[in-house]
């Protein structure tokens, strides 16, 4: 049987093997999706010991991304655009293909599930870490008016503008209102907020917070307040899971009907 795993470290919290068998039993794929606990010194090898005893792709998730995008043979645009890889595909000859589903997970999730577009939109980014420059091909692909990038160190911003041809800003600097935001900073773990100016929102924002949980977020939160509409990030967890999947078994699973499932399950805890 065709075997598939999520490596990382730590690793026995991920929703992965729930999310993929989910998806197996809806496409009925034969398959089957475990855990593989990542070892700092081993993690190469313990990736090619997999793929050598049936197994035939892989999810990478941290602090392994950047490894795997070293290992493998062929890259993605969007990998290479990344500088990391979190998809593992074993090839008919042997060569392992890298991916990141990260940025497209997160566009399907906002077009496919929430009815927004972000061709021709003044589109706000928020952080400048790996996070961020994970989906900003995706978000580039879709041919927005323009792309800021926003982070309280702005040379790490001015860093990934130049990479992507688009804006950086301080938060302090940002004028105007936004089209649609995207929260890629690790603040809502904390219950932090980046210094955001009401000025941001206007009639029209839509607000995305790639971080996720049963209440809504400190970023939503704000959004809402000052009446902007959005989404957090499950539907990117599910959404960069279904791209794996069709990766790896060339069939779309549906993923609305998971996230819903899991949001109810979230509220129920």
Same mark, same amino acid.
């Given at each position: 049987m065709d075997q598939y795993a999520v490596v990382g470290n730590p690793i026995a919290h991920s929703k992965s093997p729930s999310i993929h068998t989910y998806f197996a039993e809806q496409t009925q794929q034969t398959l089957t999706y475990s855990t593989l606990l990542g070892d700092d010194i081993e993690f190469e090898n313990q990736i090619r010991a997999f793929l050598a005893s049936d197994g035939k792709g892989l999810n990478v998730t941290l602090p392994f991304k950047e490894r795997a995008y070293a290992m493998c043979d062929v890259l993605s645009k969007r990998a290479e655009q990344a500088g990391a890889v979190n998809t593992i595909v074993m090839s008919e000859n042997g060569d392992l293909f890298g991916d990141n589903t990260d940025g497209i997970g997160m566009v399907r999730d906002m077009i496919d599930n929430h009815g927004q577009t972000l061709k021709g939109k003044r589109v706000l980014v928020l952080g400048a870490g790996g996070a961020v420059r994970g989906v900003l091909e995706p978000i580039l692909s879709e041919q927005p008016k323009s792309v800021t990038i926003a982070n309280r160190t702005v040379e790490k911003a001015h860093v990934l503008a130049r990479h992507f041809e688009c804006l950086a800003s301080t938060f302090e600097d940002l004028e105007g209102a936004f089209d649609?935001?995207?929260?890629?900073? *690790? !603040? *809502? =773990? *904390? /219950? +932090?907020? $980046? $210094?955001?100016?009401?000025?941001?929102?206007?009639?029209?924002?839509?607000?995305?917070?790639?971080?996720?949980?049963?209440? +809504?977020?400190?970023? =939503?939160?704000?959004?809402?307040? +000052?009446?902007?509409? /959005?989404?957090? /990030?499950?539907?990117?967890?599910?959404?960069?899971?279904?791209?794996?999947?069709? =990766?790896?078994?060339?069939? +779309? $699973?549906?993923? !609305? *009907?998971?996230?819903?499932?899991?949001?109810?399950?979230?509220?129920?805890?």
């Open positions: 649609i935001i995207i929260n890629g900073t *690790s !603040a *809502s =773990l *904390s /219950g +932090r907020l $980046p $210094p955001l100016k009401d000025e941001l929102v206007g009639e029209q924002t839509w607000c995305y917070d790639m971080m996720y949980g049963a209440d +809504r977020t400190v970023f =939503l939160a704000w959004a809402h307040q +000052r009446g902007a509409n /959005g989404a957090d /990030g499950l539907g990117m967890l599910v959404g960069q899971a279904a791209e794996a999947f069709y =990766l790896w078994r060339n069939v +779309r $699973p549906e993923t !609305a *009907s998971l996230v819903a499932l899991m949001r109810k399950q979230m509220e129920d805890c």
